[in-house]
């Protein structure tokens, strides 16, 4: 048999969309990852992506899936009635921070009560990247942003949410992980999460998340390989990597 | 077949729905509307159907959004707050083209208002409430009756445009129990849902399709630009208000003064007009079926004839500014309202007697 080693992922149309993104930023890199596990599981003909409003729903011009587009923070609703009346589809939702613990809090945490058998790839770049940099419900204390000019302040704006955590304690939620792509290892292992994640959906077993670190490189004022230090060295210390949940539905 | 039913206007909704070929039923509970959520949630399981509580307004309407774009039946019901909640989404729903139904019980507001019955969302309803000027067919039933036959022309509406369909009804609508005949009713062939989202290797032509409310920033084809795409929907505002107008006109032949209204207050109305007939009084009736569009043409008709106005409106005066609108400063239009109640309470109703205290005072 055959085996794919190097190409584009089947579902990439060309160009790739790639195209649209700031140099350095870590966006496109998630996307593939989503291809190539699409690819690799052969789900990518029944899978319906869902996305949100952000730099990450710009994806829409370059995949060959069906796709729908929602309204900002909206995408795990309108996944559920996808989900509920094609219960063979694959669904998912590719969601920025703000998309999906911002202004889309509700639906997420009204999709994990829920249990709705579907996978979010949430992309987590510490701030709004679409709008110009401004606080996301993830950026760091201190960190500076188009709308904290001064550093993020906890007594002002609050604490940065830990997305996967706060999804593990969810019932319904049957796997949570976080991943980054600052070097080739956590690369393969994000890939192995968002695997993870699409099986659990497969298996029906309940809700599979997964966030994922993403540079940005414009709005954080550093450099590609800049961005890739202060994921090392300074995010993944608020935001540690790994699995927080991993279960097969039934609460064990 | 027919089946003949005692059952209540909320009630009607469901079996309308059921009858129109509705897949899935997503709400949030909110008064006067509950009888329809609880509908739907003890009969559309059991009969395959989806039902679900979403864990709000916004989660039904973006449901609504999603179990469209997948080219099912999908529809939601709710209340004016809710309503309120949902109107983003509405315009998400229009210029992404995906149909759906949804069913407003109107109560007393602004703001938390009532939970009684009134006709308060009319503005919102008919001009859109969310962003950028959008349509929407919005069709004002007056009995049980008249709402299972028009939550199923709702349906087939949605569908022939692509576009959302509103059923405006009312507390009191909701409520009242009346004989119904259940059945389905036939409106003829529709175009199959190609543009639906199925997953790519179950579309016929294998190709994937993309549906998407951004369209002045990602254009979607076939229209290149953003221009090109709002130049297609303002056509297909145009046919619909061309083609979708609806009304009833009662003995308004030879009639002085005619009083406007739609939902309860029309059946108000209709009794004032058959008691002030009954004295020889010129009194008629226009009864919208179809808020949006609105016959205007028909009103301005009669009053280049001469006619006076007065509209029955449970409100402070609403719809009023479409008749104004109609008879272009030709005649006066008069208010019968929300304050001209019977009792002065939140569960009062405007009665025919007020109505034809008004009509004997303009005469
Ligand atoms: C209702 C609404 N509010 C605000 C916006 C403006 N908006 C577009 S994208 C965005 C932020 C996106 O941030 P995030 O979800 O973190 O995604 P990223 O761009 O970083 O990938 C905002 C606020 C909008 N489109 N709709």
Redesign the interface.
Known sequence: MKKKVCGNPRIWKDPPGAAMYCPGCQHPVIHRIISDVLEDMGI?????C?LG?GCHA?V??S?????????HG?AL??????K???PD??VFTVQGDGDCIGIGA??F??AM??GEKITTIMYNNTNYGTTGGQLAPTTLIGQKTTTTPNGRDAAMEGYPVHTAELAATFRGTVYSARGSLHNAANYQRTKKYVKTAFQKQIDGVGFSFVEVLSACPPNWHLSPTECLKRIEEEIIAEFPLGEFKKDDGTGI | MTKRMFIQGNEAVGWGALYGGC??F?GYPITPQNEVTQWFAREFPKRGK?F?Q???E???I??????A??G?R?MTSTSSPGWGLMQ??IS?CVA?EVPCVIVLVQRGGPGSGSIRHAQMDYITATRGGGPGGYKNIVLAPASAQEIHNLIQLGFHLADKYRNPTVILTDGILGQVSESVDVQTIDFGPLKQKDWA???????KDGK???????VGI?PLPPYPDYISWLRHIEEKFQEMENAELRYEMYEAEDAELILVAYGYTARVSKEAVNMCRAEGLKVGLIRPITLWPFPYDIIKEKACQGCKFLVIEDSLGLMIQDVRISVEGRTDVHLIGILDRHIPTDGGMIMPVRVIEEIKRLL
Do not use: P, Y
């Open positions: 990518d003909g029944k899978a319906i869902v409003v710009f829409q011009v995949w060959d899936l069906d796709i729908l587009s929602c309204a909206r609703d309108s996944g559920t009635a996808v509920r009346l094609n589809a694959i509700g639906a945490i009204g009560t829920r | 897949d899935a997503f989806v679900l979403s864990q709000s916004v989660g039904s973006n449901m609504l959004f999603g179990g774009a997948a099912f999908v983003e989404t998400h992404a989202l199925r997953g790519r290797e179950n579309q994937s399709r993309i549906i998407n409310s951004a990602l």
